[in-house]
């Protein structure tokens, strides 16, 4: 155990995969009882992506803010919102993450740098531009990290903020989860020109194009991304080539898509599978070790789901509080 | 010390004061100093119309120029409030929030609700409204009430130098969104004005005249239209009170209803297109409120169903006049 080929010590490897697991035992579990009718309105399941989320935040702290997406629950689990009121706020219970007036898209826990997973597209970018500039003005040496779609790539928020952030030089940081798909809409047809990396060099900032399958690819793209922020080199833009193991939202049948190919990325793309192999073939960690984590992440989500569903709902009264703080 | 000071110094003022007080108070938006990048003078500009001038000498660090990018620098503005700063935006002109807005009413508006209470946005976005500086009809709007539909916006739309002065630092200060509406056509109407700092709170509507036989409320530049039609009216023996609102969101209703009780007749003058309007929330709500009180018709006198139009011939009449507003009063009188 002590030949450790990896950029992370075997104790941060255990924590990047128990991160992993448990974002995809929340989808999993979700994409299930969603499918029973226990969940109220729409989600959008993460699944297949864990590898962005997990990578990325490894790097960052409670100072550092995100702004996320619709599907968004990867990345609150990955900055540290607790499972359990996550999982009463998708339930829509008065325990959640935003005492049941938020839902699966729109959790935010401002106190870990998470401001709120977003149902509008593209509008992330802006508020992280905010974020960095805060950073910069204050001084506190923190970063904003903007998560977007590829489908929410072609926003003109996403793009005036790619320039905003380099006139400002902000210490900001772009990250596309280029999945494959809008919705039903493929990236083949609806992102004009080839490449994110020359999206960013068009705006004058550094670009990085990485397998978002391969964890330690983003991990170590990501990290030299952020120290250069942190240090005032300014904002940087990163592609992660992902997969979406479900649905746009629960429900979607995805006819859209090719022949064989969601068995193809479960079996060929799935970043866990990867990590895993990976690491217990250079003999770091166990499959027993693996194991303990993964029954783990169930209990725990079991747990989630029986405490979520016994919840409290809000009363009456909290329909008119929370839209000022005073009025 | 009071001395006169017009609008637009009062606007320079206030921010320059809470500046001085409060170094997280930052000012972003589109020339507020002028030529940034350009090899002439240094704050080239100070805001298109002056507003501004003078701010970036003082406050260096706090005032921001952006690049024409609305939908980006508004949400910054918003992103920056919910970390730390205190910032205000500015948006030129009120009609551009086309562009940029679902920063306001998706994100900035909703954050505290849809957080559970756990955010909070100190933010001010200030732009010019208003029509009669021949500006045409994508300068020249009020769109007050698209603001004030909305929960978790307050709109403030202050009549003159004094107002402004202790709402915008009432706004710099306050914990919510702020939309703070300059109506481009009083920046030169000068009032007195206190030169050390005070606030106005919010939804404490000003009765700028007493009167017994009606009431017409209103708020911006048409408060001085309605103040001229009552000194008009009083030669026919008729005394009107006039409630300038100062601001829309939160708005109040206790002033307005107090009035309606006192004289029975309500004429509601606003600036802003007729359809869902202030003027017909306000006639709305004081029919549902107040409605034995009433002696005759609630009148509204708004502008037109039209954009704005360019010729002065047209929009000298597109802006409600003290003579339109003069004969809603006098229709009111009719049993």
Redesign the interface.
């Given at each position: 155990m002590s030949n450790n080929p990896f950029p992370l010590s075997k104790e941060k490897l255990l924590e990047a995969y128990r991160m992993m697991r448990t974002i995809r035992e929340f989808e999993e579990r979700l994409h299930v009882d969603f499918a029973r009718g226990d969940i109220p309105g729409f989600v959008h399941l993460y699944a297949g992506e864990e590898a962005v989320a997990t990578g990325i935040m490894m790097h960052l702290n409670d100072r550092d803010?995100i702004?996320s997406t619709h599907r968004g629950h990867g990345h609150c689990i990955a900055k540290g919102v607790d499972v359990k009121e996550m999982m009463a706020e998708i339930y829509g219970k008065a325990t959640?993450?935003?005492?049941?007036?938020?839902g699966s898209m729109?959790i935010?826990?401002?106190?870990k740098g998470m401001?709120?997973a977003?149902?509008?597209l593209g509008?992330g970018?802006?508020?992280?531009?905010?974020?960095a500039?805060?950073?910069q003005?204050?001084g506190h040496g923190g970063v904003?990290v903007s998560f977007v779609g590829d489908g929410g790539s072609n926003q003109?928020?996403f793009l005036?903020?790619l320039?905003?952030a380099s006139?400002?030089n902000l210490p900001a940081i772009f990250v596309v989860e280029n999945n494959g798909y809008a919705e039903s809409t493929s990236v083949e047809w609806a992102v004009a020109g080839d490449s994110y990396v020359d999206r960013a060099t068009g705006f004058g900032m550094p670009g990085v194009s990485v397998d978002g399958t391969d964890f330690f690819a983003v991990y170590e793209a990501i990290g030299e991304i952020v120290k250069r922020a942190r240090e005032g080199g300014g904002p940087s833009l990163i592609e992660c080539k992902t997969v979406r193991f479900h649905g746009h939202f629960e429900g979607d049948a995805q006819t859209y898509r090719g022949k064989g190919e969601l068995e193809d990325i479960r079996a060929n793309k799935d970043c866990i599978k990867i990590f895993r192999n990976r690491v217990r073939d250079a003999g770091v960690v166990s499959d027993a070790e693996f194991d303990k984590i993964d029954k783990a992440v169930v209990a725990l989500i079991e747990e989630a789901v029986v405490e979520a569903k016994a919840a409290p709902l809000p009363k009456a009264g909290e329909l008119l509080?929370?839209?000022?703080?005073?009025? | 010390m009071a001395r006169k000071l017009s609008m637009k110094d009062a606007i320079n003022e206030a921010v320059d004061q809470e500046m001085t007080r409060d170094p997280t108070v930052i000012m972003m938006g589109e020339d507020i100093v002028g030529g940034a990048g350009a090899s002439g003078e240094e704050d080239a500009w100070g805001g298109v119309l002056g507003v501004t001038k003078g701010l970036y000498a003082k406050h260096r660090n706090q005032m921001i120029d952006t690049p024409l990018s609305e939908s980006a620098y508004v949400g910054a503005a918003i992103g920056a409030a919910a970390c730390g700063l205190r910032p205000i935006a500015e948006l030129m002109f009120v009609d551009f929030i086309g562009v940029c807005l679902d920063q306001v009413y998706n994100q900035a508006a909703k954050f505290r609700y849809m957080f559970g209470g756990k955010a909070e946005t100190p933010l001010v976005i200030r732009a010019m409204c208003g029509a009669g500086f021949r500006a045409a009809a994508q300068h020249s709007q009020m769109l007050t009430p698209i603001f004030t539909h909305i929960p978790g916006l307050k709109v403030v739309c202050p009549s003159n130098a004094y107002d402004t002065k202790g709402l915008l630092i009432q706004s710099i200060r306050d914990n919510d969104p702020v939309i703070f509406l300059e109506h481009k056509n009083l920046y030169g109407h000068m009032s007195d004005v206190p030169e050390e700092s005070y606030t106005i709170p919010f939804g404490e509507a000003n009765v700028v005249r007493e009167g017994k036989h009606a009431t017409i409320v209103t708020y911006g530049q048409t408060v001085h239209r309605s103040v001229d039609a009552a000194a008009a009216l009083t030669k026919d023996g008729v005394e009107c009170e006039v409630i300038d609102l100062r601001t829309l969101s939160p708005i109040d209703w206790g002033t307005v209803i107090e009035s309606v009780e006192k004289t029975g007749r309500l004429i509601c003058v606003d600036e802003a297109n007729p359809r869902c309007s202030i003027a017909t929330d306000v006639s709305a709500h004081v029919a549902q409120e107040a409605f034995k009180a009433l002696k005759g018709p609630i009148m509204m006198v708004t502008a037109p169903h039209t954009p704005v139009p360019f010729s002065p011939a047209l929009e000298d009449i597109y802006i409600p006049t003290a003579d339109a507003i003069a004969s809603a009063v006098r229709k009111s009188m009719v049993r």
């Open positions: 803010r702004a959640g993450a935003c005492r049941g007036k938020g729109h935010a826990n401002l106190s401001m709120g977003n149902g509008i509008a970018a802006p508020l992280i531009c905010g974020a500039l805060a950073a003005k204050l904003g003109g928020t005036e903020s320039n905003l006139v400002w509080t929370d839209v000022y703080v005073a009025y | -």
